[in-house]
């Protein structure tokens, strides 16, 4: 879990920078609009809406570009149909990597995919070829700033979570998918320091690279992100410090 949590931090660190590009709201502008068309567009009645207008507060996004996004989903705005998918492969080194999408155009979506996938010395592989190397849970995240690690993560374990683990200066806190809003209301009932809150699959075991294939996975890591539909990329790699450490400059 502690590769996990390196490259999830780094992945945080970078959403600041994709924010100002407008990439990142738009992402979190689609979560919102495929949840109001799934099932309505009053947060109370809807988890899914519930969480995505949570992780678009996270992370700054305009209440205007919040409100527009839930009128594309009731139809009140125009806007291009969405298509959900999951795609799953293998990337170099054979790790495994599972994509979540939300895209307007499927063929190409998938076209540019497979086109990195294949560049980077991996492959496209059939729906479950991984799928099931990871885990749903909900995870919370703390930025300790001034605070104690150690009471952060017993206040978690407190408030129902059933692992933590700190890295650098944040506190991850991990919780069934069902408990993930209970948990976060209790810690914010609490004022502890949350920067974000999301469902995620996280790898049940992972695969630790060396130098060379972890940084030619990590360029395909963040080539996919940057795909035109490509919502979250997952992946057991494991990367050295070392790569980690370029990755942030």
């Not at 495929?34 to 949570?54: C, F, M, S, T, Y």
């Not at 890295?167 to 320091?193: F, G, H, I, M, N």
Request: proline share 4%; charged share 30%.
């Amino acid at each position: 879990m502690s590769g996990h949590s390196k490259w999830a931090q780094i992945k945080r660190q970078k959403a600041v920078v994709d924010a100002r590009r407008g990439q990142l709201f738009t992402k979190l502008a689609r979560e919102i609009t495929v949840a109001v068309r799934e099932a309505g567009k009053d947060p109370e009645l809807n988890p899914r809406l519930r969480l995505a207008i949570q992780r678009a507060r996270d992370h700054n996004m305009p209440l205007e570009n919040i409100e527009r996004a839930i009128k594309r989903g009731t139809g009140e705005l125009e806007g291009a149909a969405l298509v959900e998918a999951n795609y799953e492969g293998y990337g170099p080194g054979g790790v495994a990597i599972l994509l979540q999408v939300l895209t307007d155009n499927p063929n190409r979506t998938l076209a540019e995919i497979r086109h990195l996938f294949e560049r980077s010395g991996g492959s496209l592989g059939e729906k479950g070829c991984v799928s099931w190397l990871f885990e749903p849970k909900g995870v919370i995240t703390l930025d300790t700033g001034d605070n104690d690690p150690e009471e952060l993560a017993l206040s978690a374990i407190d408030a129902g979570a059933e692992d933590v683990k700190v890295e650098d200066s944040v506190v991850e806190v991990y919780t069934r998918p069902e408990d993930l809003e209970r948990v976060r209301q209790e810690l914010a009932e609490k004022e502890l320091p949350i920067s974000s809150a999301e469902l995620s699959l996280i790898p049940q075991n992972l695969v630790t690279l060396e130098d060379k294939i972890a940084a030619q996975t990590l360029r395909l890591l963040e080539k996919l992100e940057e795909v035109d539909g490509v919502q979250r990329v997952f992946t057991n790699a494991d990367f050295p410090d070392e790569v980690l450490q370029t990755a942030e400059m």
